[in-house]
C-alpha cells in the first residue's frame, strides 16, 4: 500500500506561482509519480511524470511553466507551478504506480488539493 497526501492548493491570480507538495508514506519502492487535474465537471487529465531515472514528462499545456521534482529522503513529490492561468483550475491529484511486484500495474492515488486561478 502506498499512501499519498497533496497540499499547497490555494488561491492566487493569474500569473501567480503555487507549489504543490506530495507525502509518500508506505511501501514507497518501485513507483513512478506523477501529477494529474480535474477540473469541474471535466475528465482527469494527465499533468506530469516522474520516473526513477530522474526524467521527466509534461503535458503540452504545462510544458516551460510547471516542474516536477521529489526529495527521495523526505519520500515528498513536488509540483511548481509558475505563470498560472485560469484554465489551470482544477483539482490536483498525486498519483503513485507501482512497477514491480506482487502490485505491478496498480495506480494509488491522493485525495487532492484545489487550485484556483483567477484573472
Known amino acids: 500500500q502506498v499512501q499519498l497526501v497533496e497540499s499547497g492548493g490555494g488561491s492566487v491570480q493569474a500569473g501567480g506561482s503555487l507549489r504543490l507538495s506530495c507525502a509518500v508514506s508506505g511501501s514507497t519502492y518501485c513507483i513512478d509519480m506523477s501529477w494529474y487535474r480535474q477540473a469541474q465537471g471535466k475528465e482527469r487529465e494527465f499533468v506530469s511524470s516522474?520516473?526513477?531515472?530522474?526524467?521527466?514528462t509534461y503535458a503540452d499545456s504545462v510544458k516551460g511553466r510547471f516542474t516536477i521534482s521529489q526529495d527521495n529522503a523526505k519520500n515528498t513529490l513536488y509540483l511548481q507551478m509558475n505563470s498560472l492561468k485560469p484554465e489551470d483550475t482544477a483539482m490536483y491529484y498525486c498519483?503513485?504506480?507501482?512497477?514491480?511486484?506482487?502490485?505491478?500495474?496498480?495506480?494509488?492515488w491522493g485525495q487532492g488539493t484545489q487550485v484556483t486561478v483567477s484573472s
Open positions: 516522474i520516473y526513477s531515472d530522474g526524467s521527466a
Open positions: 498519483k503513485a504506480l507501482r512497477y514491480c511486484s506482487t502490485d505491478s500495474g496498480r495506480n494509488y
